[in-house]
């Protein structure tokens, strides 16, 4: 069963707000928010993130390697949907075992 990608967006979300929440990000995260454009997001909220997602997804969503892969313009322009697509492409390929998103545990 593929993973849901409406939960995955909103577990980004969350925690995009919860590290943007000193800028006053209030409009609504979605899959076509661009995470320097539309979040302001720097450096050290990119490493935030990272650390947040390792928590939550461990090594089935490697974010690092990720971000690697894309060249200059595309990290740029990089947007939610993209890392959400990533996440659940990542955890699609993974076993069904508890703690996937979309899932019960």
């Given at each position: 069963m593929p993973v849901?990608?409406?939960a995955i967006l909103a577990e980004v979300a969350e925690m995009l707000y919860?590290?943007?929440d000193h800028a006053g990000v209030d409009d609504e995260i979605t899959m076509a928010s661009t995470f320097q454009d539309d979040l302001g997001?720097?450096?050290i909220d990119v490493v935030s993130l990272a650390?947040?997602?390792q928590a939550r997804f461990g090594d089935t969503v490697n974010f690092a390697q990720f971000i690697a892969g894309l060249d200059l313009d595309e990290?740029?322009?990089l947007r939610v949907g993209q890392l959400?697509?990533?996440i659940?492409?990542?955890m699609d390929g993974a076993d069904a075992g508890p703690?996937?998103?979309g899932t019960p545990a």
């Open positions: 849901d990608q409406t919860a590290i943007r997001m720097e450096s650390g947040r997602l990290a740029r322009h959400v697509e990533h659940a492409a990542s703690g996937r998103v």
